[in-house]
């Protein structure tokens, strides 16, 4: 069945290491997005994509990373510079037509702890 | 640069009916209202969506005053499963943008 998928759902990580979380879809979606979310906090846009090869930056795109090199791919890397990098990252797509019913689906995120 | 306001929490008694206000004074003619909930640490959900009519659907109904500045989520029954925080947000229907999200209402539904 349809969905998005990001994996793995709990990540440890030492501090130092570039980590990558994945994003999965077969919803045939244009558009994936990237955000963060902190403890009590609301959701945080770090990167978006439209299309194949394209991503922009979001609100705090600094210390992370996105490649766009598939349409159902959208991984995010979270490097060394990133200072507080422990978080619950939420992948999300929808459709990017003018028009359509355009809600975001997501997926049921990560959670990256930096031990 | 928030777009929409909401109260950051909110009671409502099982079976009662919850309502969730969000102001969004700045809206633009051809933005949409789309409001998602999440669960405790879980991928937000969508709910419904609208431009400037009422809608319906099988999870809660929407009202958008005729000046499209605020807007209610309606939930006609609470059950225990609805606690959770409630996001409105607004869009263009489709394009290539931003979505981004604010801190939401946390909705509490008691027994």
């Known amino acids: 069945d349809g969905g998005i998928t990001q994996s793995p759902k709990y990540l440890f990580r030492k501090e130092g290491q570039n980590v990558t979380l994945s994003c999965e879809q077969n919803?045939?979606?244009?558009?994936m997005y990237w955000y963060r979310q902190d403890p009590g906090q609301g959701l945080r846009l770090i990167y978006y994509s439209q299309i194949v090869n394209d991503f922009q930056k979001g609100d705090i795109a600094e210390g992370y990373s996105v490649s766009r090199e598939k349409k159902e791919s959208f991984p995010l890397t979270v490097t060394s510079a990133q200072k507080n990098p422990t978080a619950f990252y939420l992948c999300?797509?929808?459709?990017?037509?003018?028009?359509?019913?355009?809600?975001?689906?997501f997926g049921q995120g990560t959670r990256l702890t930096v031990v | 640069d928030a777009k929409t306001t909401q109260p950051p929490s909110m009671d409502c008694a099982e079976g009662r009916a919850a309502n969730l206000p969000c102001n969004h004074s700045?809206?633009?003619?051809?933005?949409?209202v789309y409001w998602y909930r999440q669960i405790h640490s879980q991928g937000p959900q969508y709910i419904i969506h609208g431009l400037k009519n009422n809608e319906t659907n099988e999870m809660a109904s929407l009202i958008i005053t005729e000046d499209r500045k605020s807007s209610t989520l309606i939930l006609p029954h609470a059950t225990l499963r609805d606690t959770a925080v409630y996001y409105c947000?607004?869009?263009?229907?489709?394009?290539?943008?931003?979505?981004?999200f604010g801190t939401g209402t946390k909705l509490q539904v008691i027994p």
């Open positions: 947000i607004v869009r263009v229907s489709g394009g290539y943008q931003k979505v981004t």
């Open positions: 700045t809206i633009s003619g051809n933005e949409y």
């Open positions: 919803l045939n979606h244009d558009a």
């Open positions: 999300a797509s929808s459709i990017a037509l003018q028009g359509r019913n355009t809600e975001a689906f």
